[in-house]
């Protein structure tokens, strides 16, 4: 598709932890990704817990995951901050009890993808 290594390692990046996000703390939930010449959009939706802080789930290192998330290596408390750092434009809207929203963008930078 014509795409830098830096965007495709950015894109993975953001879809990976979304993922790990959906898989740790949601009943269930979906990633929606569309490639257009200008951008990746990446989108993130669950039905979950929810977070009741977003600004203190943001903070690098604040987790609320469980000993059996930690024991399988995840819940470092970087998620959020990585998908923020590594996504151009980050959106996020959550509700407790019912889930959360991401919408990340990450501009490719590529006049077409045909190029």
């Known amino acids: 598709m014509g795409l830098s290594r830096d965007v495709v390692r ?3 990046l953001v879809a990976y932890e979304s993922e790990i996000n959906i898989v ?5 939930g979906m990633i929606r990704l569309r490639v257009v010449p200008e951008s990746i959009l990446i989108e993130a939706i669950d039905e979950g817990q929810g977070i009741a802080d977003i600004e203190l789930a943001m903070q690098p290192g604040y987790s609320t995951a ?4 930690r024991e399988m290596g995840f819940g470092a408390g970087m998620g959020l901050c990585n998908i923020k750092s590594f996504s151009d434009t980050f959106l ?10 991401l919408k990340m963008i ?10």
């Not at 740790?24 to 269930?28: E, I, L, P, V």
């Not at 996020?92 to 929203?101: A, H, L, M, P, R």
């Open 10 to 12: 950015k894109a993975s």
């Open 66 to 69: 469980t000993d059996k998330i």
């Open 106 to 115: 990450i501009k490719t930078n590529n006049r077409s993808l045909n190029s």
């Open 24 to 28: 740790s703390y949601a009943r269930k």
């Open 92 to 101: 996020i809207s959550s509700e407790v009890g019912k889930g959360t929203y």
